[in-house]
């Protein structure tokens, strides 16, 4: 009987972890922020990161279109126009003028997410440790 007692425990933790409702950490993508967009009723074409990101918002919230997603079928010189704007090549005013981006989600400490949050044509309207979202005015 002693030696079944850590057995036990073991079977405990292991269904812990495997069975848990997922997280952000776990998932690595922004949960929360698009658990906020849906509660506040926030919709709209949305900027965000083309990794797992876009994927994950394109599923958790279908009436937030994304600009770009990790689906190879973008020509080369649109997820150019991406980098660039990510990057700080190409200002992200022209963009998203012309393809209508209304809601920015993409991780806090990047250029963009400073750049956007010294606009006055864009409202921070949510922040965590994983991401920001922006909201056009």
Do not use: C, H
Not at 7 to 15: G, P, R
Not at 91 to 106: C, E, H, K, S, T
């Amino acid at each position: 009987v002693a030696l079944l007692l850590p057995l036990a425990a073991f079977l405990i933790k292991l269904k812990s972890s495997v069975y848990s409702t997922p997280t952000q950490q776990s998932l690595r993508v922004p949960v929360q922020a698009v658990k906020y967009l849906k509660e506040s009723r926030i919709t709209g074409n949305t900027f965000t990161a083309p990794n797992i990101w876009g994927g994950y918002v394109l599923w958790a919230a279908p009436n937030n279109p994304v600009y770009i997603d990790g689906r190879d079928v973008y020509p080369d010189t649109f997820v150019k126009e991406f980098v660039d704007i990510t990057s700080g090549r190409e200002d992200w005013r022209g963009p998203f003028a012309r393809r209508g981006v209304q809601i920015v989600l993409i991780e806090p400490q990047t250029l963009l997410a400073r750049q956007l949050g010294e606009s006055r044509e864009w409202e921070k309207v949510y922040e965590d440790e994983m991401s920001v979202v922006f909201k056009a005015r």
